[in-house]
């Protein structure tokens, strides 16, 4: 591998973030660029169609698909009620007349001579999205939706579950080293991202579901945890539809591994701010991470140097990969031959200084934390 | 087959999903070898979004370490002008971007969804989301989940011919108001492959014929009994190609500068392992284990089969060979103690972090246990599906969907002659005789079996390479591309623990292995010997039990293994005495740092 290819994670205080928010199909837009809109605004509209049913008026009728044109009492693009005659057959001296009656409110979309089968729509349903940042509007997708463009704190956990969410930043933790457990949770978390240490158990999840939390953000959590709460094991990391009650954004990994310092950090000093979160995870090429993003006023600092370059000496990384998992430290070297590690691969290696020694780590293990 | 040409320089490359990989081969004397390779980062995603940069990249690597000039600003320069500038042909595969992803739809989930999952995954495809009626989903809540997921292609099933037509039709509309959009470029519409009941094609053809490319085919389940999956599955291959390669950032370009048609990957490497099995008339497996899946191609008595498992692989799909095999098969390879916890949490990790590797010793063992049983399941799969079609389209009865056919599978793996592994966690493992002992512990050869590695991932570009040159694509395989590990020698057959198994005699000496033993005997690359395998009265070598086979047999860089510990290989179940046994056999043929 010519490549150390993990990038590291995204954790900024300010900077730049654009969303792009589009309907699942074509709608009203209902804001202009420039505009400042709010996280929970709603920016664009559409109605989905509602469901469809199929209804066998031939067969009811008792008559072949072409020949239920005489009956028919409704035609298409009709309003009709539940129970509403559609079609009726004209009986034996006007008596015991069949009666096609429509099973739902809604709309005949069409009617079938081949088939003998009509179409019934149930009313449209309302799909709106909302700006999920607080921000102004970049740019507007005429019919579809926006580019919402804010300067923010802008934090990307490893891991998540859930979609979209809302609320204020509650710290429940005074250490990035500390469990979120239930008894930290406090009933006033209702509607709040909750934010741990190091490791949130089961029934600490469970508990913030309980009280109506929106998120929770932390460091680690282990799968056997996570299989529980979800009722099921995550076999390739595409994740966001969950519906659990809750978002969960780790930020480190699997296992009791202490929130990097910076994200605790920033989360702490941004108490009691609202957040916008997403739980949403695809690891494939084109990785889609979770996220916590805090609007702030004024403009974006310069981009982290280095940041784009690769590693280099200096770097602040993190170690993904035992035997130092989860610890950080600075590369004070990186030998470009290959050396021969543990396991007698022959690999590219770096050299990081931990608290109390420097350590031999494959470049590939590591991840480069900004700030 | 295009008359061969004399050829003297021939570059091909192979995009993957993370990197592009380039070769240069070269002609010298009369045979073509290998040159150099280079390799460079897959330039598909933003902020590039053009796979020839990566092209180009790997290509100038290729420049340097060759010292010949290939490319001209950015052209490469074809024919070859003299010997040290230009090449005379370029081929290349692809599989960036993820392969083909494909989102699957039907009616109910256990039924037309599931054969449409397998319509889908047996094309090569990864199959994003099963969607169906039953799935416990609100209707905009599939809406949604259609929306957000952007596959390259959807397959829509449902319903026996004949039957209601309602609920395929709801899932056509469902589609329809989610309109999604290709991955790749807004600007060609989304293939839709209809493969459901044929009462509803015209319902269907109104709903979606207009917004997406809809492609209508035979239905994959005509009736509830009957599976036809090769029309989808045909269709999915021809759609790939045409519409959704093009559509890929730069393929276009990528396509005016190729010589033969791009190929899939998994494709051209088996097109290889099937010119290979032809040429040499023998049975092959191959198998190439990825980050997020398993190929596994087969060619017996001269028929080829490949399967993709989908979800089987190193990094991204690592924690579903967890989920499929259950952690009891994993740690029972491992030979000591951990806790469950945290393996699955290593095993976890290592999914949301792709790309790191093994540092230390149980680390790479417990990678290299995972391997087995991904390896394992692919290979399970791979037997279910390459059964004997000659011709005609197969059909599952009722009883077939609970009893898997094993006795109508084309594996024989007495009579297979060669195994080829490919895959990081193959190629790349620390010792050669690692590799070796992931394939057999995963297949189980039979009887003598030749085992090689793909040493750096050639075989696709070998594999688009015989379409223009089929010789040139052999010898480089033949003597730059395979990794000789050795052979294998399992005779079949249970028995007492220190029993004589079998005894072979070779030139210069005789080994006797015991029943429950592994023995690893030095025989270097290139040599080959005669030897008599003499098997115990319950053992069988490819003779019969008892009887004795003489034949030729070729050394490796790990030599011979004589592997007495029974077919089926079983595992004690004293968890003790199992980890014992497991340290005995590596350390019988020396596989890790003591």
Redesign the interface.
């Known amino acids: 591998?010519?490549?150390?290819?993990?990038p590291g994670l995204q954790v900024a205080e300010r900077t730049v973030v654009r969303k792009e928010r589009r309907l699942?199909?074509?709608g009203e837009v209902l804001i202009k660029e420039g505009d400042t809109v709010e996280a929970e605004q709603i920016i664009a509209r559409a109605y989905?169609?509602g469901?469809?049913?199929?209804l066998n008026i031939a067969g009811q009728l008792g008559v072949s698909g072409d020949e239920i044109k005489p009956y028919l009492k409704k035609k298409e693009g009709d309003e009709v009620k539940k129970g509403e005659i559609i079609a009726e057959s004209r009986g034996l001296f006007g008596m015991f007349k069949t009666q096609v009656k429509s099973p739902i409110d809604g709309v005949i979309e069409?009617i079938?001579f081949?088939?003998g089968q009509a179409?019934l729509r149930h009313p449209p349903?309302e799909?709106s999205i909302k700006a999920y940042i607080n921000g102004t509007v970049e740019k507007v997708i005429p019919e579809e939706g926006a580019i919402i463009r804010t300067v923010a704190t802008f934090i990307q956990g490893?891991?998540g579950i859930g979609g979209e969410g809302y609320g204020e930043i509650l710290p429940v933790c005074s250490s990035p080293d500390e469990t979120l457990t239930p008894d930290l949770i406090p009933e006033t978390a209702k509607g709040k991202v909750i934010v741990g240490g190091s490791f949130v158990t089961y029934e600490a999840l469970q508990r913030a579901v309980e009280v109506g939390a929106t998120g929770v953000v932390v460091g680690g959590i282990?799968?056997?945890d996570?299989?529980h709460f979800l009722g099921y094991?995550?076999?390739?990391?595409?994740t966001?539809?969950e519906k659990k009650g809750i978002t969960l954004i780790v930020t480190e990994?699997?296992?009791r591994m202490n929130m990097a310092k910076k994200t605790f950090e920033l989360l702490t000093k941004y108490a009691g701010r609202r957040a916008s979160i997403n739980g949403a995870?695809q690891?494939?090429?084109?990785v889609m991470r979770p996220e916590v993003i805090i609007t702030q006023e004024g403009e974006a600092e310069e981009p982290h140097k280095g940041w784009e370059t690769g590693l280099e000496v200096g770097h602040l990384v993190r170690i993904?990969?035992?035997?130092y998992?989860g610890q950080i430290g600075r590369v004070v070297e990186l030998p470009p031959p290959l050396e021969q590690?543990?396991?007698?691969?022959r690999?590219r290696i770096l050299k990081v200084k931990l608290d109390d020694k420097v350590v031999t780590?494959?470049r590939?293990?590591v991840?480069i934390i900004q700030g | 087959m295009p008359q061969e040409k004399d050829y003297n320089a021939i570059l091909a490359t192979d995009c993957g999903s993370t990197t592009t990989k380039a070769i240069l081969i070269e002609k010298r004397g009369n045979e073509y070898r290998l040159r150099v390779r280079g390799e460079a980062p897959t330039t598909v995603e933003a902020p590039f979004e053009d796979v020839t940069r990566g092209v180009l990249n790997a290509v100038r690597e290729v420049e340097e370490l060759s010292n010949r000039e290939i490319l001209e600003g950015e052209k490469i320069v074809k024919p070859a002008l003299n010997e040290r500038k230009g090449v005379d042909t370029y081929v290349s595969t692809s599989s960036a971007g993820g392969g083909l992803q494909m989102l699957v739809v039907g009616v109910v989930k256990s039924m037309t969804a599931e054969s449409a999952a397998r319509a889908a995954l047996g094309a090569g495809a990864i199959v994003m989301e099963t969607i169906a009626v039953d799935d416990g989903r609100l209707p905009h809540e599939k809406i949604q989940l259609i929306r957000h997921l952007r596959p390259d292609m959807i397959l829509l099933s449902g319903g026996v011919d004949g039957g209601t037509i309602t609920h395929v039709v709801q899932m056509a509309q469902i589609i329809a108001a989610a309109d999604p959009k290709p991955r790749f470029g807004l600007t060609y519409k989304l293939p839709i492959i209809y493969a459901g009941n044929k009462d509803a094609r015209e319902e269907v053809k109104k709903i979606l014929g207009e917004k997406f490319d809809l492609h209508i085919v035979e239905n994959i389940r005509p009736r509830l009994e009957e599976e036809n999956l090769i029309p989808a599955r045909n269709k999915i291959h021809e759609l790939f190609m045409e519409h959704v390669m093009s559509q890929a950032p730069g393929y276009r370009k990528l396509m005016d500068w190729v010589d033969a048609p791009i190929m899939p990957t998994p494709g051209a490497v088996g097109l290889l392992v099937h010119h290979v099995a032809k040429q040499r008339g023998i049975d092959v497996i191959g198998v190439d284990i990825g980050g997020a899946t398993t190929d596994i191609f087969s060619v017996f008595k001269g028929t080829f089969n490949r399967t993709v498992s989908a979800n089987l692989g190193m990094s991204y799909s690592i924690s579903n060979v967890l989920v499929e095999a259950g952690l009891a098969n994993i740690k029972r390879w491992l030979p000591f103690d951990i806790d469950d916890a945290d393996l699955c949490n290593r095993i976890k990790n290592k999914m949301i972090r792709p790309t790191t590797i093994p540092q230390t010793i149980e680390e790479l063992k417990i990678e290299q246990a995972i391997a087995r049983e991904a390896l394992r399941l692919a290979f399970l799969h791979h037997k279910t599906m390459a059964v004997e079609l000659k011709g005609v389209q197969r059909q599952r009865t009722i009883s077939d969907v609970f009893i898997q056919e094993a006795a109508k599978s084309l594996i024989n793996m007495m009579s297979l002659a060669l195994i080829i592994g490919s895959g990081g966690v193959l190629s790349h493992a620390p010792r050669r005789v690692q590799a070796a002992m992931m394939l057999l512990d995963a297949f189980q050869p039979e009887g003598v079996t030749q085992l090689t590695v793909d040493s750096i991932f050639m075989m696709p570009h070998l594999g688009v390479l015989t379409t223009v040159h089929e010789r040139a694509a052999l010898e480089v395989f033949d003597k730059d591309c395979l990794i000789r590990l050795g052979t294998a020698i399992a005779p079949v057959g249970d028995g007492k623990e220190g029993e004589e198994a079998v005894k072979v005699e070779l030139p210069d000496q005789t080994v006797t292995v015991k029943f429950g033993e592994i023995e690893r005997v030095p025989l270097e690359e290139g040599q080959k010997v005669k030897v008599r395998i003499i098997p115990g009265r319950k053992f069988d070598v490819g003779n019969g039990r008892g009887r004795e086979l003489v034949t030729e047999v070729e050394g490796g860089v790990v030599g011979l293994l004589i592997d007495a510990r029974g077919r089926p290989l079983k595992l004690p179940e004293d968890d003790t005495k199992r980890k014992e046994t497991l340290v005995k056999w590596f350390e019988s043929v020396d596989m890790y740092p003591k």
């Open positions: 591998m010519a490549h150390a290819y993990t699942p199909l074509k989905l169609p469901d469809v049913e199929l069409s079938s081949v088939t179409i349903q799909v490893i891991f282990d799968a056997d996570l299989r094991d995550i076999g390739v990391a595409i966001g539809t990994g699997f296992g995870t690891i494939r090429a084109g993904i990969r035992e035997p998992f590690i543990e396991t007698e691969a690999v780590i494959p590939a293990n991840e």
